[in-house]
T-cell receptor
Framework: KAGVTQTPRYLIKTRGQQVTLSCSPI?????VSWYQQTPGQGLQFLFE???????NKGNFPGRFSGRQFSNSRSEMNVSTLELGDSALYLC????????????FGPGTRLLVL | GENVEQHPSTLSVQEGDSAVIKCTYS??????FPWYKQELGKRPQLIID?????GEKKDQRIAVTLNKTAKHFSLHITETQPEDSAVYFC????????????FGKGTTLSVSS
């Protein structure tokens, strides 16, 4: 089976711009979770989607949003980028969500200048 | 909401020694506790997990213990090897109209030969 893929792998944006990141899950996986990883803060939960519905949301501002398509691919969007949004954004997928094993993608590294 | 504290943030051991990483969680309803290993530049990967109906689980050199009363769980690595060097993350599952994993901030383990 092909693993979780994320595109793009690297992005450079400037403050105020917006960005869209994509996550393609393993075939058969319908749950997609998104995390922000920064040094010292670990993995912070953004949101989780299952069957095109957001089931859970972390404590991030409304500038962070996401969606899931009928083929389970998910996108997350960050609007009005701030310097502090620079991070590695990881998605993790599973058949129906925890407690099933989540498989992580390689991440998208976002740099905001 | 759920909060997961992880200690220590860094841990250095000699090859062959044991390493112990501890986590505490706040939500007594949490019932699934995975541990992930992230090597430098790579994606996190599940190494072991435990559910609330089990007190201990072992897999070769790795073991996890859970104390639901005290709301803490620990990762034990015996006979450490240089390839165990990585960042280790604990997590607790939150089950609120869907599921999410809340991660600790990570422990950087360095094993020197």
């Amino acid at each position: 089976k092909a693993g979780v893929t994320q595109t793009p792998r690297y992005l450079i944006k400037t403050r105020g711009q917006q960005v869209t990141l994509s996550c393609s899950p393993i075939s058969g996986h319908r749950s997609v979770s998104w995390y922000q990883q920064t040094p010292g803060q670990g993995l912070q939960f953004l949101f989780e989607y299952f069957s095109e519905t957001q089931r859970n949301k972390g404590n991030f501002p409304g500038r962070f949003s996401g969606r899931q398509f009928s083929n389970s691919r998910s996108e997350m969007n960050v609007s009005t980028l701030e310097l502090g949004d620079s991070a590695l954004y990881l998605c993790a997928t599973s058949v129906s969500g925890p407690p099933e094993t989540q498989y992580f993608g390689p991440g998208t590294r976002l740099l905001v200048l | 909401g759920e909060n997961v504290e992880q200690h220590p943030s860094t841990l250095s051991v000699q090859e062959g020694d044991s390493a112990v990483i501890k986590c505490t969680y706040s939500d007594s309803a949490s019932n699934y506790f995975p541990w992930y290993k992230q090597e430098l530049g790579k994606r996190p990967q599940l190494i072991i997990d435990i559910r609330s109906n089990v007190g201990e689980k072992k897999d070769q050199r790795i073991a996890v213990t859970l104390n639901k009363t005290a709301k803490h769980f620990s990762l034990h690595i015996t006979e450490t090897q240089p390839e165990d060097s990585a960042v280790y993350f604990c997590a607790a599952m939150v089950n609120q109209a869907g599921t999410a994993l809340i991660f600790g901030k990570g422990t950087t383990l360095s094993v020197s030969s």
